[in-house]
T-cell receptor, first 115, second 112 residues
Framework: SQQGEEDPQALSIQEGENATMNCSYK?????LQWYRQNSGRGLVHLIL?????REKHSGRLRVTLDTSKKSSSLLITASRAADTASYFC???????????????FGQGTILTVHP | SAVISQKPSRDICQRGTSLTIQCQVD?????MFWYRQQPGQSLTLIAT?????????ESGFVIDKFPISRPNLTFSTLTVSNMSPEDSSIYLC?????????FGEGSRLTVL
């Protein structure tokens, strides 16, 4: 079953604006990862944040994690038309369980950045 | 990061036939997975491909329908058997490396 729920399902913005996508999950996690997918192709790993981290940056990406609320957000600053893609969060289970090493994906957010 | 090659990248198949997808990694990896992405949906884990032993399938997926081989630490195959239109999906191979999951470009199957 899908653990992650993302909102919004679709986001449409103008180039230069910031885009924020949210992800909520249900069970305890070891880490949370964000991926990008262009037009039904393979997924590209964007960023990983561990359960003991609260914020992480990578270029124009900023990810936050609130384990008390079981939620994460992905912020893309100064968006570009080339950022148009689907974005997925994925949670990794804690060690010791049968799900360790596997990722559970959210439903994704379709981001469209208009030039 | 691991580089993953999948083939075929896409195929159109007839109902009732079977198709084998290959996944080649440029380095030895311990954990390799197969995911399915149905049209407009997120990714669902099919199974973990175990080197030298039978794959571990997730709930809702069975070996008869999705037989998997993993003869070594760099290669795996997924067969989609006795296909129906409901099997039309993107099938993605992925490997776990340093806590991150890397994906191949996927194999887009259309079943007529």
């Amino acid at each position: 079953s899908q653990q992650g729920e993302e909102d919004p399902q679709a986001l449409s913005i103008q180039e230069g604006e910031n885009a924020t996508m949210n992800c909520s999950y249900k069970t305890s996690i070891n880490n949370l990862q964000w991926y990008r997918q262009n037009s039904g192709r393979g997924l590209v790993h964007l960023i990983l944040i561990r359960s003991n981290e609260r914020e992480k940056h990578s270029g124009r990406l900023r990810v936050t994690l609130d384990t008390s609320k079981k939620s994460s957000s992905l912020l893309i600053t100064a968006s570009r038309a080339a950022d148009t893609a689907s974005y997925f969060c994925a949670t990794g289970a804690r060690a010791g369980g049968t799900s360790y090493g596997k990722l559970t994906f959210g439903q994704g957010t379709i981001l469209t950045v208009h030039p | 990061s691991a580089v993953i090659s999948q083939k075929p990248s896409r195929d159109i198949c007839q109902r009732g036939t079977s198709l084998t997808i290959q996944c080649q990694v440029d380095s030895q990896v311990t954990m390799m997975f197969w995911y399915r992405q149905q049209p407009g949906q997120s990714l669902t884990l099919i199974a973990t491909a175990n080197q030298g032993s039978e794959a571990t399938y997730e709930s809702g997926f069975v070996i008869d329908k999705f037989p998997i081989s993993r003869p070594n630490l760099t290669f795996s195959t997924l067969t989609v058997s006795n296909m129906s239109p409901e099997d039309s999906s993107i099938y993605l191979c992925s490997v776990r490396d340093s806590g991150e999951l890397f994906f191949g470009e996927g194999s887009r199957l259309t079943v007529l």
